[in-house]
């Protein structure tokens, strides 16, 4: 019955991602995308490898959010600006860069988040080496790559789908500069922590159990 809602919900949120992302509500239209979205969710989910949700990975994944939106914005000037050059600088080519994560479902949302990305884009993936076509080569180096197109999505990836804390807290909202004073104010930090150290707690109490030797209602943290 577990599994059964978890596939459910997973297809509702498909059908809620279709509508905002098309701006469609006709009833056709959810009519297949709902029987779509139940077929996916059913055959092709499983949902004992979902990862946990916590509020340190939600928090992060909005952070991503925003990282993700502001890499895309970037990366589209830049391939914009070559394309508006009398002399346009090419160099493509297919680097391999190595991940850290080990989660399928993490690699998979990295080597989307690469695509997504104007100006490279993710053509193969094997073990923990993932192969990626890049308009501008700057190094053929796995390392010097993998820290160029990566490590900015591997930071958060690696809290929402491995439970890793990546960034100190105060490099926490690195997505919205231009809203935090630079260096942050030691208040906004503090809050960044506690938060931090509040998810971690909830993770540990409920690895530990219900058999816990500490009796804590955590509804409130």
């Known amino acids: 019955m577990e599994r059964f809602l978890a596939r459910l919900l997973l297809a509702a949120l498909l059908i809620l991602i279709y509508i905002v992302w098309t701006g469609s509500a006709d009833m056709s239209d959810v009519a297949v995308i709902s029987a779509a979205a139940l077929l996916v969710s059913i055959f ?64 998979t949302v990295l080597a989307n988040s690469i695509t997504l990305t104007p100006g490279t884009l993710s053509v193969d993936i094997k073990g923990d080496i993932l192969y990626v076509h890049w308009i501008d080569v700057a190094t053929t180096d796995r390392e010097e790559a993998t820290a160029e197109i990566v490590s900015g999505f591997e930071k958060y990836l690696e809290v929402i789908f491995e439970g890793r804390l990546g960034p100190a807290p105060e490099q926490f909202f690195p997505v919205l500069p231009e809203l935090l004073p630079d260096p942050p104010e030691p208040a906004q930090v503090q809050r960044v922590e506690q938060f931090l ?25």
């Open 44 to 107: 092709f989910s499983k949902t004992r490898r979902m990862p946990r949700i916590t509020p340190v990975k939600i928090a992060w994944s909005i952070a991503y959010a925003g990282y993700l939106f502001i890499a895309i914005v970037k990366a589209n000037f830049d391939v914009a600006s070559r394309i508006v050059r009398r002399k346009i600088p090419l160099n493509p080519g297919i680097v391999s860069v190595r991940t850290r994560l080990s989660s399928p479902l993490g690699r």
């Open 197 to 221: 150290l509040a998810g971690e707690f909830l993770e540990h109490m409920r690895a530990k159990g219900p058999n816990s030797d500490l009796d804590v209602d955590t509804r409130h943290i």
